[in-house]
């Protein structure tokens, strides 16, 4: 199977062992300088491919602290990321076809916010809270 439907494909299939599946184009571990030359900052950003304006979109991103380096899977032919989200108290494996490290000296997170607002990001599913009855 192709690689890239493969990964599409995890994007939408219901997950039996109660792990959130999500699908991005790239996965970019960053780590921010500061003036010092000390690390400030170490981040992962999600980024989806915007057919609307031709470029990479931040579609979430964590604290490296949080999630962890992803992993290329050979049987999946993709790189995958999984651990335990706790902004949104789920498990959660992402995977993308392409990754990129990083070392910047500005965030690349805040920068995309000029070009599409946080509000407007397409993110990872969510977990809808079950409906209680009165």
């Known amino acids: 199977m192709n690689p890239s439907i493969c990964c599409l494909v995890l994007s939408f299939v219901p997950a039996p062992d109660g792990v959130l599946h ?5 996965i970019e571990v960053n780590r921010i300088y500061g003036d010092n030359c000390r690390i400030v900052l170490e981040q992962v950003i999600f980024w989806r491919w ?9 579609a979430e991103w964590r604290m490296l602290r949080c999630c962890g ?33 990083t070392q910047t ?10 070009h599409l607002p946080q509000s407007a990001r397409v993110g990872f599913l969510r977990v809808q809270p079950a409906h209680q009855s009165q």
Request: proline residues 4%; hydrophobic residues 35%; contains cysteine.
């Open 22 to 26: 999500d699908a991005v184009d790239v």
């Open 50 to 58: 915007s057919a609307w304006d031709d470029h990479y979109r931040v």
């Open 69 to 101: 380096q992803p992993e290329y899977d050979l049987r999946r032919g993709c790189w995958v990321l999984r651990w335990w989200d706790e902004r949104d108290r789920v498990r959660r494996m992402v995977t993308a076809l392409d990754v990129r490290r």
């Open 105 to 114: 000296n500005y965030d690349p997170e805040i920068e995309d916010r000029e």
